[in-house]
Nanobody
Framework: QVQLDESGGGLVRAGGSLRLSCAASGRTFSSTPMAWFRQTPGKEREFVALISSSGRTTDYVNSLEGRFTISRDNAKNTLYLQMNSLNPEDTAVYYC??????????????????WGQGTQVTVSS
């Protein structure tokens, strides 16, 4: 079992930056593929980015690549999401997620077993 705890969300003006963190405890973090998703009211949870257990492989939703960067520090059991050039459309609750077993580099939330409680990101215009 892995417990996940996101932090770093908040209110930022358009054009600003935030870095989200996801602290993991429990099962070996370094062997857990991880991802970030986001969700707005009334919409399905949306894939943002994923990273392999080693950190060597990453994938992003096309519309965010270049502005968002996913990374991890296995020595600190922490996942990160650096978000730059934020705009109001990025406003959402952001969740980190992990796979109990490797199911490929999946963008589907159904393939992730561990979830944090979410952190709110609000971008004002």
């Amino acid at each position: 079992q892995v417990q996940l705890d996101e932090s770093g969300g908040g209110l930022v003006r358009a054009g600003g930056s935030l870095r989200l963190s996801c602290a993991a405890s429990g099962r070996t973090f370094s062997s857990t593929p991880m991802a970030w998703f986001r969700q707005t009211p009334g919409k399905e949870r949306e894939f943002v980015a994923l990273i392999s257990s080693s950190g060597r492989t990453t994938d992003y939703v096309n519309s965010l690549e270049g502005r968002f960067t996913i990374s991890r520090d296995n020595a600190k059991n922490t996942l990160y999401l650096q978000m730059n050039s934020l705009n109001p459309e990025d406003t959402a609750v952001y969740y980190c997620a992990g796979q109990r077993i490797f199911r490929g580099f999946s963008r589907s939330p159904r393939d992730y077993d561990y979830w944090g409680q979410g952190t709110q990101v609000t971008v004002s215009s």
